[in-house]
């Protein structure tokens, strides 16, 4: 399996370096040296190379490398717009994975609501986040940023006598601009992944 990613995520490059965008930097937005460009993913430094992508101080033949090269091959000079912020399901195309996003990407959480809640400073801090827009809802709530243009509204209501915990993720409203369908429902479950190593 890890030969398999790998050989994507080198074919995704081939494709990139194949035809470097004259402005990728500034569309990811990250800092080019020669033909190395480095930006922020998912709370790591990430350095993307002709050869390789490094995620942090290893090399990722991963999801993560298939996503951050799929990120390179979309980029393009749109802003994020954040809201108004989108249902996963709200996307074109969404249906085939929107049950594998919420048993992932939200129902992988809900174990966790009360340990992420003590962790909520760390969490926006590691994924370049912030505190969500008035009226958001939820008992605690906050934006992330696992790829510097697609942000994620994470909201998480507490267990109490009549109901149990639930987590709610929604999507910036152009995230669909900057990946496919399918690599921004991975972003959602490797975003919450990422989550819970986080936690104490």
């Known amino acids: 399996m890890t030969d398999n990613y790998a050989k994507i995520v080198q074919d995704n490059l ?7 965008p004259k402005d990728l930097a500034k569309n990811l937005p990250g800092e080019q040296t020669k033909e190395f460009f480095v930006f922020d993913a998912f709370g790591e430094t990430c350095r ?105 509204c994470y909201i998480f209501y507490e267990a109490d006598d009549e109901f149990p915990a639930s987590v709610t993720c929604l999507y910036a409203n152009n995230a669909w601009r900057f990946l496919p369908i399918d690599g921004l429902a991975d972003v959602g479950e490797y975003t919450s992944r990422k989550i819970l190593e986080l936690i104490p």
């Open 14 to 20: 081939n494709r990139l370096y194949a035809n470097l």
């Open 48 to 152: 993307i190379g002709p050869e390789g992508i490094a995620l942090g101080d290893r090399e990722r033949s991963s999801v993560f490398g298939i996503l951050i090269s799929l990120y390179a091959l979309n980029a393009c000079p749109d802003a994020c717009v954040l809201e108004p912020l989108k249902a996963f399901k709200e996307f074109p195309d969404s249906m085939p994975y929107s049950g594998a996003f919420a048993t992932h990407t939200e129902q992988l959480l809900v174990p966790h609501v009360n340990k992420i809640k003590t962790a909520v400073q760390t969490i926006i801090e590691r994924l370049n986040g912030k505190t969500t827009p008035a009226g958001t809802g939820g008992d605690f709530s906050f934006i992330v940023y696992p790829l510097p243009k697609i942000a994620l």
